[in-house]
Structure formats: structure tokens, C-alpha cells
């Protein structure tokens, strides 16, 4: 039995203290009655209230959430898509180039990118706006839902689609019954990663909107450039909380399924003795 | 016996690798109460919690012993072994190495080396590396610790893989890497925790053979801990069989097969009919045993302190009961039955009998010539028969 | 033919969406500026032949950035920045990474969970929450005046420092994963076969533990070297106009002089320059997942 030293104890407290006490002091802020970031004037909604009233910002947060759900479904089916062929599609003719293009948007400057998706789209002679911003971001989502749902791949026991194609199903309907309900919870997250990625993007957004196509972190860039104010700290908080409920009801769902599962296997277990 | 008369006596002959499970005769410092024990565990206990691991062990080992720890997993052989590295703390009690006190020692300052049963090979290093890695903590010069690397893989015909990473060898040579790792050193004594389990059976008995040798030609003490009796039985100069955390018996190959001291050892080291009985009468040394009502008596060698209407069981082996068709005229044992189950092995045959009361009884029989002529088969009517010395009898 | 159809559909979004833009980049590095929408003289102009469109080709954007210390500066100090923040990254995450190896298994889920969580919210949210806190009259000097440690408060917003622990901030957690996952494979009967050979602790960390930690190491730290060099919202915020770095200039550039063409010029280069960290960092992966199979 593994106990906590107390060298390790203190590393890891002293490491979350350090992720964590920045976002706690925004998120307390937010309920500050006094406008001054620095001084304490009590607690106070008001900001909430104010967000609200301001019809950009809600405009721009309606833009997000849409651009989100649109870029990170796409991203989604080309990743896993992108995951089977590194996984499984063996060797073909420029699959080093593929797996290139799949690692390289991971660590590329954010800039980059930005830029020349941009290129693109104005050499192409399409009307940036709201479309531009939800292919620039499923592309970059793409890469990381292949990333999430390839390494649920590797570790998945193959004969168990071979045992599928024995009994005479298809190749479509292994993939339907049984590939993708055992990479489901990969599929899941990677989803959820993409809808994260879109949702907090200021860069590549930047570059490849339009007029009309506002997003939300890009609102909150034009306004914490002027300087900090304890609206944005509002609108943070309901970020950061969405972002939260969402990743604590995701893990939580996912952990109660293979609770669920390892429960049933025991009850088998049981009966067969 | 004296130290010089251990060290001029033939031991390395007596513990020749091709010496069956009977007892060696020159080998037995632990008849020797003025010699001081390599290892001595004193009263140690060691819990996990609630869990006591291991109950108020002590143990002597001698030097140049090939000691084995034996038991089913989870009985405490392996907290006793990772005791003595320094892996784990007694909760109580003393761990002494020729007379000194290591109980508080860091694994690190112990003069004892391990051969861990994952190998736990480094797996960034090579061959050679891993081999010199204690003689380098231990700050042998460079030159030294290259020539004892060449000699050891030379002992364990490693000299070929020196270079090589342990992934690029097979399982019996990471084997062979493990055990010349931790004998590089020349520790005083040598741990092997389960050092064969990777192996397949035909490797695993040439290994045996292997460690016997280099445990010989070293003069090392070697405590194995196993859970497979044959291994321990063909290796070791004394068997201590474990359960629960206790010892159960501690004694020679030989007389762990022949004379267990309990149903426990008596089923764990090999194969053994058991009855149930009642001391009815002891006489002249022999025990009469009665097993049910209008079956006939058992007769045995009684134990020492065996008194009338005690609860006992009768253990046979086997190989020590004579079957044949035909009833025995003048035999102390004679039990008549009927072959159940026959198995043929080439070698030898097992016959299950099942006797009047419903009880099955095993019975070996050699197969000494090439024709019998008429072998026994299934639905005979046979005769079971053994001399009174052959059965123990047992207490508990 | 399934099978090409499976292979082609990602294959091709990629390259239209993500391999041919560079080209288009590369291109425009190569014309110029004009004050029109777009601002630059055309790509694609098919009405002249491969010989002319060539001959109108040139590297007077790249002359350009070579000799304008602005530039070569925000590049250096781009490279110097994301640099040191990548080893001071690594020295923070090893000690979590590793208290997080060690910890109890049933643990083990939970802190990895708490160390992706900061992840999945804003990137520009958490940059802007250290605003709050680095200020002139932000909460650590009001903290640490009210403690009485400083009487005068620091100047660590629109500095270099600022933009240090912008980057060690929002960069920890790639650290910290690659890490873990290579300290937690480690076997444990490894150290106590290095304790059992005479290593003590502090020995066996340098011979056993960190040797075979490297691969996570170095995932860790191309991680972090690599977006931080072209890294634009941390030294916007936190850096001040005295920090110059490479992303931040091509952002003016691109936004601010709208000089496209210097812009994609600017690009070009930052990918030449990240291009052998890339290829490494790849091959690095590439070598882990044979190695895991």
C-alpha cells in the first residue's frame, strides 16, 4: 500500500496551488461590488446582472457556441476518421506525410496557422465570417480528436473485430456495432476536447472571421486590452464553470459506465461458480 | 562439525546437480549448534494494517545453504525475502547476517543482493551495464569492474550479449542477466525471488541446474523463494514451507518427503493418500489405527508421544503402495478394491482405486518391462498392500 | 476502394485546409504589398505563362526582415523566451509530475483529472486572470506588502518575467502529462533493484529514474518550446511593448501595418526556423510508439 511521502505530498499541493489559486482569485473577483480589481468592496452579482445588458457580448457568445458545436462535430468524424486510417489502414503511399499533417497543427504557432487558413480563404474567393471560423477550427480540433481517439485504438484488442467479421458481419457493420461503441468514450472526449479548443480560440478566429462573425474570446481580447474589469471576470467565471460541469458530468458519466461494467462482469463472475 | 572440517569435506560432491531428493550426508551445519547462522530471522513479525503478513518467524540459515522458502502465494515468503533485502521494515523482531544486527539497515547498505522476480533488468542500460551497476555504486575501478563483468558473463555464457539492451534477449537469457547481476557484487548472500516463473517448464529445469551450479562454484548462500515444490525440492539443502506466515515445517528435501510433519506439507510436497483415524492400540513401536467400523486395521510406525484413542491420519505416498490382482499373503496392510481410473505415462502408471467405504486411493506402479502379462484395467478387482514403516502417522 | 475512400477523406481536408495554405503563405511571402482588398498583388493570375510568373517572383520580403533588427530581434528573443520558459517549465512540472508518479494508485486519476482541468478553460482567460495578479496594484504585491516582505511594490507585469510565468502558467500541464506518463511506467522493482545493488535514493534518481523519464522529457519540452516560440496572446498581455516576440510582431503586422506580404514572409521563416524542432519532436513520437508496442 502506497502512502503519500511527504516531498511528494508538498510538490503536488505546491503545483495546484499554482494552477489553481489564479483562476479561484478571478472567479472571487467576479463578486466584487467594487470596480477596482484590488479593492475588496463586498460581494456583489452586479456584474453578472451587467453581462446581461451587454448585447455584444451575447451576440459574440451565441457566435461561439455555435461555431463550437458546428467545428467540433466536423472535427470529430474527420479525427476518428483520420485516427482509423493511422491505426488501421496499414501502409499506403504518403502515409508519413499523413501522420505529419496530423502531429505538425499540434505544436504549430498559433499564428501560423491563423494566417494561412486566412491565405486561403482569400485566394479562394470565399466570404469570411461565420463558415471560415468553423473550417479553420475543425481542421486544428481534427488533429486532436485523432490524437484522443487513435490512442483508445491502439490498445483495443483487434480479434475481438475479427471474431465480429467470423460471424459474418460486414466490415460497416463491425465498424457500426462493434468498433465504435468500444471507442465511443474516446469519441466522447475527443468531442469534447474540439468544443473546448473552438470555444476558447482567439488566434486562428482572428484570423479567419469576418465581418459579423464576432466570437467571444475575441470580444474579451478587444476588452481586457483596455484593461481589467470585473464584468470580464464575470463572464470568465461562467466559462470556466460551463467548462467544469461539463468535464466533471463527462468523467463522471464515463467512470460510472466502466463502474457499471466491472460490477456486471463481477455479478458474471459470481454466477459462474 | 568443526569449520575446517566443512571446508575440507567433499560438499561439492555430495551436492552434485544430479543428487535425487534423498538426504546428502556431509552438508548439515544446522546440526551444528556452534556455528553462527549466515541469516537469522528472530521473532519477526510484520503486518500490513490488519493484515499480519508474516507471524513470529525465526529462522537460521547457514552459510553456503541453498535455502528455499516454500509456500502458495500470499502465505509471507515473499515479505520474509523483501525483510531481508530491506524492502520492507519488521513491524517486530530482529534480522541478523553472520551475527550483525541489519535490521534498521538501508537496502542499500545490506550486504545482500537480490534477483528480483520480474528481473527488474534496466532497461536503458546494456547487458554489461546492468551487470556492473552494483560495482560501480560500490566505487571498483573502471578496469575491475569491466574484468568482473567479463568473468561473470562468462560464467553465465553471457559474453556474447554484453552490448546488447535487455529487450534485444530472450526470456532465459534476461534470466541469466538477472542472476549474474546480482552475484557480481560476491554478496554473502543471494536472493531469488521467484527467478524461474517466467520460464517454461524444459527451461526451467535446465536453469535449476544452472543456479545449483553457480550457488556451488560460488560458495554463496542462496535463499529461494518459490511456490513450485519440485523446483524447491531439486534445488535446496533445506525446504521451510510456509502458510499463513508461519513455518510450517522446516527440514532437508528428503525428509520433507518422507517424514512431513503435517497434512499440509504432506499435500503440498507431492502426492499423498490420506486417512482418517483413532490410535486404538500401540504396541513395540507400531500404532494400530482403526479408519471405520469393519475395515481393517491400519498398522504403523508409531510417532514419538502417540497415545491410544488419539484422532490421526494415516499418509501414504503413492509409489509405496503395491497393487496387484492377486491378495497378498503375509503383508501388514492389504486393502482390497476396484480401478476406477488408469493413467499411462510411459515411465509409469497411476491407478485410482476405489475401496469398499467409497474412498479412491492412489496407487503408482513402474513400468518395468515391456510386456505385463495381463495388466491391470479399469473394473479389476485389485489387492492394496504396503509395509507398516511406509504410512505416517500424523497429529494434525 | 473502401478503404481509399477512408484514407482520402481526411488525407484531402488536410491537405487543402492545412498543407496547401503554406504554399499560398509561401507565395504571398514572395509579392507585394499593394493597397487594395486583398492587400497584395495576385497569386493566381493564369493569363501568364510559368516563365513570366516566375520572373515576377522575389525574396525582397525576406531582404526586408534580414535587415530590419526588428525582426532578427523578435526572433531571437522569441527563441530566448520560449527557451528558458521550457527549462523553468520543466524544473516546476518534474517534482509534480513525479509526486504525482509516486502517489497512491487509487489517487492517480484524480490528480491527472485536476492537472488536464485548468486545460479545458480559456487559454486567454487564464492569461488574464495573472493581469489581476501582476499589476502594479495587483494582488500579489498587495499581498506581499500587507505581509511586510516589500515596502515598494515590483514591476513584473509588461516585463519579460511576466511573460516567463505566462508561459510556465499556461504551458505546465503539457509538461506535467508527458512526464507522468513516462515516470508512472517506470517499474518500481527498478529502484529497489538499484537500492538492493548499494544506490542510495538521491543516486538512483540520476541513474534509473531520470534517465528513463527522458522520452517524456523531451515530448514535454518540444510541447512547450514549440508553440511558445510563436506564442502571441502571453507576451500581448503580459509583456509590455518593451517584449518583443516573433508572434506579436507578425500579428502587427498582419493587423496593424496590414503589410500581408512581410507577414507571410515573417511566418515562412518562424516555420523554418520551428521545422527541426517539429521533425525531432515527431520522430520522437513516432520511436515511443514502436517502443510501446
Known amino acids: ?94 502515409r508519413t506525410l499523413f501522420s ?173 461458480k | 562439525m568443526s569449520e575446517a572440517a566443512l571446508s575440507s569435506s567433499p ?16 552438508f548439515a551445519p544446522w546440526k551444528d549448534p556452534s556455528k553462527t547462522p549466515m541469516v537469522r530471522f528472530e521473532n519477526v513479525v510484520k503486518r500490513f494494517g490488519d493484515f499480519v503478513a508474516v507471524k513470529d518467524c525465526t529462522l537460521d540459515i547457514y552459510e553456503r545453504e541453498f535455502f528455499a522458502l516454500l509456500g502458495p502465494s500470499g502465505c509471507g515468503k515473499t515479505t520474509l525475502l523483501r525483510m531481508l533485502a530491506g524492502f520492507e521494515k519488521p513491524t517486530s523482531g530482529r534480522i541478523l547476517v553472520a551475527g550483525q544486527d541489519i535490521t534498521e539497515l538501508a537496502p542499500y547498505d545490506r550486504p545482500v543482493n537480490m534477483m528480483f522476480q520480474s528481473y527488474a533488468l534496466f532497461p536503458h ?4 551495464q546492468n551487470i556492473g551497476f552494483g560495482l560501480k555504486q560500490d566505487g571498483m575501478p573502471k578496469d575491475q569492474i569491466a574484468q568482473r563483468v567479463e568473468e561473470t558473463m562468462a560464467m553465465l555464457e553471457l559474453s556474447k550479449f554484453g552490448k546488447r539492451k535487455p529487450h534485444q534477449l530472450s526470456g532465459g537469457q534476461q534470466q541469466r542477466v538477472a542472476l549474474a547481476r546480482a552475484i557480481a557484487k560476491k554478496p554473502r548472500i543471494v536472493l531469488l525471488d521467484e527467478p524461474l516463473g517466467a520460464l517454461d517448464k524444459r527451461l526451467r529445469q535446465t536453469a535449476q541446474f544452472e543456479l545449483m551450479g553457480i550457488q556451488e ?17 531439486t534445488v535446496s539443502s533445506r525446504i521451510a514451507v510456509m502458510d499463513h506466515g508461519e513455518f510450517v515445517q522446516i527440514a532437508t528435501p528428503g525428509d520433507i518427503y518422507e517424514a512431513p510433519n503435517s497434512r499440509y506439507t504432506a499435500n503440498f510436497i507431492g502426492d499423498v493418500n490420506l486417512f482418517e483415524g483413532k490410535v486404538v492400540n500401540v504396541a513395540g513401536g507400531f500404532a494400530e489405527i482403526d479408519w471405520g467400523p469393519g475395515l481393517a486395521r491400519f498398522k504403523a510406525v508409531a510417532p514419538e508421544g502417540c497415545a491410544g484413542q488419539q484422532q490421526v491420519w494415516l499418509a501414504l505416498r503413492p509409489e509405496k503402495i503395491h497393487i496387484d490382482l492377486d491378495k497378498p499373503t503375509d503383508a501388514s496392510n492389504a486393502l482390497p478394491g476396484k480401478v476406477v481410473d488408469v493413467g499411462y505415462l510411459g515411465s509409469i502408471s497411476h491407478y485410482h482405486v476405489e475401496l469398499a467405504n467409497g474412498q479412491r486411493v492412489k496407487a503408482l506402479r513402474t513400468n518395468s518391462s515391456r510386456t505385463v502379462d495381463r495388466p491391470i484395467s479399469w473394473e479389476d478387482k485389485v489387492w492394496l498392500q504396503w509395509p507398516a514403516e511406509t504410512g505416517i502417522v500424523l497429529a494434525k | 476502394m473502401r478503404r481509399w475512400l477512408l484514407i482520402s477523406v481526411p488525407y484531402l481536408w488536410l491537405l487543402v485546409f492545412f498543407l496547401i495554405p503554406f504554399f499560398i503563405v509561401f507565395k504571398i511571402s514572395l509579392s507585394d504589398i499593394a493597397t487594395a482588398i486583398p492587400p497584395y498583388t495576385p497569386v493566381f493570375d493564369f493569363s501568364m505563362g510559368i516563365g513570366e510568373f516566375i520572373s515576377k517572383l522575389d525574396f525582397e520580403n525576406y531582404r526586408f526582415i534580414f535587415n530590419d533588427s526588428l525582426y532578427v530581434n523578435s526572433y531571437f528573443s522569441a527563441l530566448k ?88 502558467y499556461s504551458y505546465l500541464p503539457f509538461m506535467i502529462l508527458p512526464l ?97 524542432p517539429i521533425v525531432m519532436f515527431q520522430s520522437n513520437q513516432e520511436k515511443e510508439r514502436e517502443a510501446a508496442r
Open chain 1, 1 to 94: 500500500m502506497r502512502r503519500f511521502s511527504w516531498f511528494n505530498a508538498t510538490s503536488i499541493a505546491l503545483g495546484f496551488a499554482f494552477l489553481y489559486i489564479p483562476i479561484l482569485l478571478l472567479v472571487i473577483y467576479s463578486f466584487n461590488e467594487s470596480k477596482l480589481v484590488t479593492v475588496w468592496g463586498g460581494w456583489s452579482t452586479k456584474w453578472y446582472a451587467s453581462l446581461l445588458q451587454n448585447e455584444g457580448l451575447l451576440n459574440a457568445a451565441w457566435v461561439t457556441l455555435r461555431v463550437a458545436i458546428l467545428s467540433s462535430t466536423l472535427a470529430t468524424i474527420l479525427g476518428t476518421l483520420a485516427a482509423i486510417v493511422l491505426v488501421r489502414a496499414g501502409r499506403f503511399p504518403g
Open chain 1, 100 to 272: 505529419g499533417l496530423i502531429f505538425a497543427p499540434l505544436v504549430m504557432p498559433e499564428v501560423i496557422t491563423g494566417l494561412s487558413m486566412l491565405l486561403l480563404f482569400v485566394a479562394l474567393n470565399m466570404d469570411r465570417g461565420f463558415w471560415t471560423v468553423v473550417i479553420a477550427h475543425a481542421t486544428f480540433s481534427m488533429c486532436f480528436a485523432a490524437v484522443v481517439v487513435q490512442a483508445r485504438l491502439y490498445d483495443f484488442d483487434k480479434s475481438v473485430e475479427e471474431a465480429a467479421m467470423d460471424l459474418g458481419a460486414t466490415q460497416i457493420q463491425t465498424f457500426l456495432q462493434v468498433t465504435l461503441p468500444i471507442i465511443a468514450p474516446s469519441v466522447i472526449s475527443a468531442w469534447l476536447l474540439s468544443f473546448t479548443l473552438s470555444l476558447d480560440d482567439l488566434v486562428i478566429a482572428s484570423f479567419a472571421t469576418g465581418p459579423g462573425a464576432t466570437t467571444l474570446p475575441m470580444k474579451i481580447y478587444s476588452q481586457v486590452r483596455l484593461g481589467v474589469t470585473p464584468e470580464i471576470n464575470a463572464i470568465s467565471t461562467i466559462m470556466i464553470g460551463l467548462v467544469t460541469i461539463g468535464v466533471l458530468v463527462a468523467s463522471y458519466s464515463t467512470k460510472r459506465a466502466s463502474q457499471q461494467q466491472e460490477r456486471e462482469l463481477k455479478a458474471v463472475d459470481a454466477g459462474a
Open chain 2, 11 to 26: 560438499t561439492g560432491a555430495s551436492r552434485s546437480p544430479l543428487r535425487t531428493a534423498a538426504p546428502q550426508s556431509g
Open chain 2, 125 to 128: 542500460m546494456t547487458v554489461e
Open chain 2, 217 to 233: 562454484r560460488t560458495g554463496t548462500t542462496f535463499i529461494i523463494v518459490t511456490h513450485d515444490q519440485e523446483e524447491a525440492m
Open chain 3, 81 to 168: 523566451i520560449a527557451g528558458i520558459s521550457t527549462v523553468l517549465t520543466l524544473l516546476v512540472a518534474y517534482p509534480i509530475a513525479y509526486g504525482m508518479a509516486r502517489a497512491p494508485k487509487e489517487w492517480q486519476p484524480t490528480l491527472v483529472m485536476l492537472v488536464i482541468l485548468p486545460f479545458w478553460t480559456s487559454f486567454l482567460i487564464r492569461v488574464y486572470a495573472w493581469i489581476g495578479i501582476l499589476k502594479k496594484e495587483g494582488l500579489l504585491n498587495l499581498f506581499l506588502m500587507n505581509l511586510g516582505v516589500i515596502s515598494e511594490p515590483l514591476t513584473i507585469m509588461n516585463t519579460p518575467l511576466a511573460v516567463y510565468i505566462g508561459i510556465i
Open chain 3, 180 to 276: 507522468y506518463a513516462s515516470l508512472e511506467k517506470i517499474n518500481p522493482a527498478l529502484l529497489e533493484a538499484a537500492a538492493d545493488l548499494g544506490s542510495p535514493p538521491w543516486k538512483s534518481f540520476w541513474q534509473v529514474t531520470f534517465p528513463l523519464s527522458l522520452p517524456g522529457v523531451l515530448a514535454g519540452c518540444f510541447l512547450v518550446f514549440i508553440p511558445a516560440t510563436g506564442e502571441f496572446v502571453i507576451p500581448d498581455l503580459l509583456g509590455g511593448s518593451d517584449t518583443l516576440m516573433i508572434g506579436k510582431t507578425l500579428w502587427g503586422e498582419f493587423f496593424g501595418n496590414r503589410d500581408w506580404p512581410v507577414a507571410s514572409a515573417v511566418a515562412v521563416v518562424l516555420l523554418l526556423v520551428l521545422v527541426i
